[in-house]
């Protein structure tokens, strides 16, 4: 047989985009047919105006590692990508790039501006798909969908039109989270709290009849504009004989009455709070509770509107602020002012300032869905890895408050209502009226709001399968199997999602939920722009490879932690991948002149059986620990079994047959070897996809490519636990010499004199006395003597024991003992020195206070090196004088 040939050097850039464009044209990531259970994925998708990092990497690896594998044990496996409209961040996208040309939105008018966004959409769309390719994602692109396109913009119809016709959306009049900057209503879980120092103001507030006043606290003084009552706890005597009497508003000159909720907090402030029912949800309750007017005093863009005095009208909240501040100091109002920490909300998309905002908006009831979806957790009917997220879940889903879901965006869908300009009738529909239901005029006007882009996304397990249709795709696909995402979505995503699911289709969307963790720097800190500290995928790829970096995401990927890297972090993948070129390497190169033949199974050599039962193990690892989402211990096993047992082992071992034995032999040992490559390669596919696929190709017992082939599974025949014990037993030995030769510090060139003698009934006996010349060969031997009946003299070596046997290696045949011993002796004297100088610096009071904590550290170190160091020679220094 000819030999096939690799290349010298493993180059990904070789032939990974070149094996992808292989899989895409031939139809690979397509669901095979067939009748059994399918296993779906549905991709989180990814912003469209966004580009891939290192999170999104980290997800995109972990489903196609799932999908490779159920695709190749023969489910009908579909991975459905897609993209999400992104509402806010993608009008931020176009209205910035306008801004570069001095224009506004506005300047173009709604529809023109749609058509730039598509443009915008379409541009990015085509960047993110070509991130996913080069990342090497097997998803089916041909059922790639939109959450805009044609068919989920009608599933959004039938959505909202049905929980309307069930009285779970209304309008209303309410307080909600607003952002100046995006000009829009955002749902309470898109709001960042964070605590920020600011000023807790202490205003007097006159009585309206009499002398005196009152001293209200306050950390937004310019909100008093909008204040309409001051609240006490009823509670409170030092405020009883207040209650049913008015204040007047500083600065307004405006009469309010002083009211009692026990809400208010005694011991906050000075136990009086200023009640300003249009800018804080607190004050909304308690405005509802005592049937106050509600006054807002802020424009849509953030500034103070006509319900303020004038000389703050169309100020900055910030600037209004200063203002008023200024004003109540100069006219006697403010009585102090001190230090505060409190929480500020921000948006998510932006990170303006949020501003509590009394507006009209669409709102969904959740309460009713929510309880179902409590239910389905509670059944058992979904599980999440790991489990501590389930407490996430449960949590907000029983502190769920109801959902606004219009957005006074233009990109989006628009919110399917119209109204009638000649009778006022409001018609909810699931097709485009030409006329009003009620008066037939055609004066009808669209709501102009649009839709919460999670709106469409939480109908995504469905809608992408055809919904509301009843299409094949749905009929086979749906319910999903898994859903991988990141726990910062599980409420505005995950858990919407299994509600809508139960409410329109009555069963849960998927049943497993796999939370990946954060990837964070080295550092342990977040990946962020401002901090400079991500890494680019694609950098990685350029750099290493995509398997690089799959198998490296994937090894460290432990359930439920965070997982920390740098760009040298993807070097174990490059070895391991680089491992598998070489050992393939070699094994091509020995095809020269060599016959395949059938493997037999009842020839094989206790080293071949061994390997059998290893990479038998190795697949009933990996597949429970993929069942289970456990991602690091199936890297870890086919790390184990490839890089320890194949080629540090099996390989070196047959090595040496293929030198020593006869033709029959090598060309038995070479197409058992070949069987056993083929076997891993299919076993790592999912972990290493591309590099399995190249060299599958090349192997001359294989046929199809490997990302169409079965996945190996567990089976009892490929059992043979006598080989495993009597090699796990040779490897103790030759680990046990290997040990010592390094605490002696004996080169791989100086040969050993080793008598080996095994107890009675020592289970490799035999296989030691067979295989001399192999094991020789692990433990750099020039003499191996088997004394089986313990009679060879042992004097002057030194004993190394193990399970069910005992070996004495005669070091002096070695290495000049007298010699080393001096030079390890200089050696201590030397380190002794260094350490004393060292204790010395640390001992000096005059450093300790002067020195930098990092140069504190270092001698610390050294202190800790040198001990270390000490301790070991002089083990080693005993030893030797021992001989």
Not at 848 to 862: D, L, Q, T
Request: with cysteine.
């Amino acid at each position: 047989m000819k030999a096939v040939e690799l290349d010298k050097a493993y180059n990904p850039k070789d032939f990974e985009d070149r094996i992808y464009e292989d899989w895409k044209s031939n139809g690979f990531f397509l669901p095979k047919e067939g009748e059994g259970p399918s296993f779906t994925i549905v991709m989180p998708p990814p912003n469209v105006t966004g580009i891939l990092h290192m999170g999104h990497a980290l997800n995109n690896q972990l489903q196609d590692t799932l999908v490779r594998y159920h695709r190749m044990c023969g489910e009908p496996s579909l991975w459905l990508p897609g993209t999400d409209h992104a509402g806010i961040a993608t009008q931020h996208v176009v209205e910035r790039q306008l801004a570069q040309k001095g224009l506004r939105r506005q300047d173009l008018g709604r529809e023109k501006f749609i058509e730039e966004t598509w443009k915008v959409k379409d541009r990015h769309h085509a960047t993110i798909s070509k991130q996913l390719e080069k990342i090497g994602s097997s998803c089916d692109w041909s059922r790639e969908r939109f959450t805009m396109d044609e068919g989920l913009s009608k599933a959004v119809r039938e959505a909202f039109v049905t929980l309307y016709e069930r009285k779970l959306i209304y309008k209303g009049n309410y307080l909600v989270n607003y952002c100046p900057h995006c000009g829009t209503a955002l749902a309470d879980d898109e709001v960042e709290h964070k605590n920020l120092p600011g000023k807790l103001y202490q205003v007097s507030y006159p009585y309206a009849e009499g002398e005196g006043s009152i001293t209200v606290a306050t950390t937004r003084p310019e909100t008093m504009f909008g204040d309409v009552a001051v609240a006490v706890n009823p509670a409170d005597e030092r405020y009883a004989h207040l209650i049913g009497t008015s204040v007047i508003l500083p600065l307004a000159n405006k009469r309010i009455p002083i009211i009692a909720d026990s809400y208010v907090d005694m011991e906050f402030g000075t136990g009086m709070v200023k009640i300003t029912p249009a800018h804080d949800p607190n004050d909304w309750a308690i405005g509802q509770r005592h049937d106050l007017e509600t006054v807002n005093i802020l424009n849509p863009d953030g500034t103070l509107n006509e319900n303020v005095p004038e000389a703050y009208r169309n100020l900055d909240v910030a600037i209004a602020r200063k203002r008023v501040v200024a004003d109540l100091a100069s006219e006697g109002y403010l009585l102090g002012e001190a230090d505060h920490n409190h929480d500020v909300g921000h948006c998510y998309r932006c990170s303006t300032v949020i501003e509590p905002y009394l507006s009209e908006q669409w709102f969904v009831s959740m309460r009713q869905m929510a309880d179902k979806a409590l239910g389905a957790w509670k059944d058992g009917k979904i599980s999440f890895y790991a489990k501590r997220w389930e407490n996430t879940y449960s949590h907000w889903l029983e502190n769920i408050r109801d959902w606004c879901i219009s957005r006074q965006l233009w990109w989006g869908h628009r919110i399917p209502v119209w109204y009638c300009s000649d009778c006022g009738h409001m018609m909810v529909e699931r097709e485009d009226p030409t006329s009003c239901s009620k008066c037939g005029s055609a004066h009808i006007e669209q709501d102009t709001d649009v839709l919460d882009t999670w709106f469409s996304s939480w109908l995504w397990p469905f809608s992408t399968l055809g919904w509301p249709e009843s299409t094949p795709d749905l009929k086979k696909f749906f319910p999903t199997t898994t859903l991988v995402t990141g726990y910062d979505i599980i409420f505005f995503w995950v858990s919407r999602m299994i509600m809508a699911s139960l409410e329109f289709l009555g069963e849960v969307p998927f049943r497993d939920i796999y939370i990946t963790g954060l990837v964070r720097d080295k550092q342990g800190r977040k990946m962020s722009k401002s901090l400079g500290n991500g890494i680019d995928p694609l950098e990685v790829v350029d750099l290493y490879g995509a398997d690089a970096m799959k198998f490296t995401l994937c090894y460290m990927a432990a359930q439920g932690q965070d997982i920390l890297i740098d760009m040298d972090s993807f070097k174990l993948g490059s070895r391991f991948a680089n491992k598998m070129w070489n050992a393939t390497r070699f094994l091509l190169m020995n095809l020269e002149g060599r016959e395949l033949v059938p493997v037999d199974r009842s020839n094989l050599g206790v080293m071949d059986q061994w390997m059998y039962h290893q990479v038998n193990d190795a697949a009933a690892k990996v597949s429970t620990a993929i069942e289970g989402y456990r991602f690091n211990d199936a890297a870890q096993a086919i790390y184990d079994v490839f890089w320890n047992d194949f080629c540090d082992w099996y390989v070196e071992a047959t090595k040496h047959a293929l030198s020593t034995k006869g033709e029959d032999e090598r060309n038995r040992q070479v197409s058992v070897m070949l069987d056993l490559l083929a076997t891993l390669m299919r076993l790592m596919h999912p972990f290493v996809s591309f590099i399995t696929e190249e060299i599958y190709g090349k192997l001359p017992n294989t046929t199809g490519h490997i990302i169409d082939a079965a996945y190996p599974v567990y089976c009892d025949e490929n059992r043979y636990s006598d080989a495993k014990n009597m090699v796990d037993a040779m490897q103790e030995f030759v680990r046990g010499v290997r040990s010592l030769r390094s605490e002696l510090q004996i080169g791989a060139e100086r040969k050993l004199h080793v008598s080996f003698r095994p107890d009675t009934g020592f289970v490799a006996t035999d296989f030691v006395k067979e295989h001399i010349g192999l094991i020789s060969t692990f433990i750099g031997a020039s003499r191996l003597d088997v004394d089986t009946e313990h009679t060879a003299s042992i004097e002057k070596a030194v004993p190394v024991a193990g399970p069910g046997f005992e070996a004495f290696v005669f070091v002096r045949d070695a290495i000049d003992v007298e010699q080393e011993i001096s030079r390890i002796e200089e050696d201590l004297a030397k380190t002794e020195k260094s350490l004393e100088g060292t204790l010395k610096k640390l001992s000096n009071e005059q450093f300790i206070a002067n020195a930098k904590e990092v140069a504190i550290e270092k001698e610390k170190g050294k202190r800790t090196e040198f001990e270390e160091k000490l301790e070991k020679g002089r083990k080693h220094l005993q030893l030797l004088r021992s001989l």
